[in-house]
């Protein structure tokens, strides 16, 4: 069985999320972006086919974005700890939020005190939060 679009909820979910999916120019839009894309993702099993649809657009609109203005070049001389840092406070996160992205306390706190570092599988989950590519936090 095969879903089809419906084009009028399309277009209402557009009017209603007040944006309107085109090439990301500036940090502006991209802020506006990522806060879209982070509610439909919150949404996970009770998304709409026009949600999920708007969704996978959005990413591919915000992974082009990141790619053209945070390349990974850019990152090299930087520790996957400052990137984390970076990223948090971009985001206004506070200790409690990371602890509930993360699962962890301990983990949080010894990654952010420097005593361990973000594995694969940590790296995966920031990656998917921060919609970035998981090896920026990664020491390769």
Known sequence: MTLTLNKANYLQLLTDSKIIPKLIDNETEYQEYLAVAEKL???????????????????KLI??????????????????????EHFIESKG???????????????????????????????????????ISPNLFLNI
């Open 93 to 131: 996160l506070s200790t409690e939020e990371l602890v509930k992205i993360m699962g962890s306390e301990k983990i949080v706190n010894d990654i952010r005190k420097g005593k361990e570092n973000i594995n694969k599988i940590q790296a995966q989950i920031l990656g998917n939060y921060f919609q």
């Open 41 to 59: 993702i919150a949404k996970r099993q009770n998304r709409t086919l026009e949600e999920s649809v708007l969704l996978k657009l959005l990413v």
């Open 63 to 84: 992974e082009d974005y990141e790619e053209k203005t945070y390349e990974i070049d850019d990152w090299a001389n930087v520790s996957p700890l400052e990137i984390l």
